[in-house]
T-cell receptor, first 113, second 112 residues
Framework: AQSVAQPEDQVNVAEGNPLTVKCTYS??????LFWYVQYPNRGLQFLLK??????LVKGSYGFEAEFNKSQTSFHLKKPSALVSDSALYFC???????????FGKGTTLSVSS | EAQVTQNPRYLITVTGKKLTVTCSQN?????MSWYRQDPGLGLRQIYY???????DKGDVPEGYKVSRKEKRNFPLILESPSPNQTSLYFC???????????FGPGTRLTVL
């Protein structure tokens, strides 16, 4: 079955510290992987995606993600967190039919000053 | 400005009263999709459309209808809303299903 797991409902980090938001996936074939961010009362905004190529993907707002095929993971990272990074983060994978994205349940990132 | 718009942004209605949530995109995207977001469940796809007059069911289509008569518009119709359809709804569009999806601002629906 195709699925995306975000094992942490919430991640807390102090401003200036590195952050990691975890994502693992299960899908047949080569995965197309995405990260989106949702700020309060806003729609989802695209951060980055992995389709092929370099396992380290760089995206918007200083975020990056590392694709690890052996661990079926696509963790989101940032070297130095900002309070403004506080938001709800979703990992997603293209489903096997290619007609939809399967989203994880989301991880709330809270960055304290 | 490239964007996806949804209306209304907030709606409170009663059981059984038909309603339509509009969605429009100005990016000439062929693919459009509707999702609902519920706490602890993430986003689940309701319906999608690969192009004009081509629509198909997503994971949770029961109680919903859609139409795609024009490329830019993809309205979501609830013929007889029920309380379990209380949710936050998002419309999204992209050039194709595997491309980056652009999301609308969301419609918060409450069915009493």
């Amino acid at each position: 079955a195709q699925s995306v797991a975000q094992p942490e409902d919430q991640v807390n980090v102090a401003e200036g510290n590195p952050l990691t938001v975890k994502c693992t996936y299960s899908v047949s074939g080569n995965p197309y992987l995405f990260w989106y961010v949702q700020y309060p009362n806003r729609g989802l905004q695209f951060l980055l995606k992995y389709i092929t190529g370099d396992n380290l993907v760089k995206g918007s707002y200083g975020f990056e993600a590392e694709f690890n095929k052996s661990q079926t993971s696509f963790h989101l990272k940032k070297p130095s967190a900002l309070v403004s990074d506080s938001a709800l983060y979703f990992c997603a994978v293209r489903d096997i039919t290619g007609t939809a994205l399967i989203f994880g349940k989301g991880t709330t990132l809270s960055v304290s000053s | 400005e490239a964007q996806v718009t949804q209306n209304p942004r907030y709606l409170i209605t009663v059981t059984g009263k038909k309603l339509t949530v509009t969605c429009s995109q100005n990016m000439n995207h062929e693919y459009m999709s509707w999702y609902r977001q519920d706490p602890g469940l993430g986003l689940r796809q309701i319906y999608y459309s690969m192009n004009v007059e081509v629509t198909d069911k997503g994971d949770v289509p029961e109680g919903y209808k859609v139409s795609r008569k024009e490329k830019r518009n993809f309205p979501l119709i609830l013929e007889s809303p029920s309380p379990n359809q209380t949710s936050l709804y998002f419309c999204a569009s992209s050039r194709n299903p595997t491309d980056t999806q652009y999301f609308g601002p969301g419609t918060r629906l409450t069915v009493l």
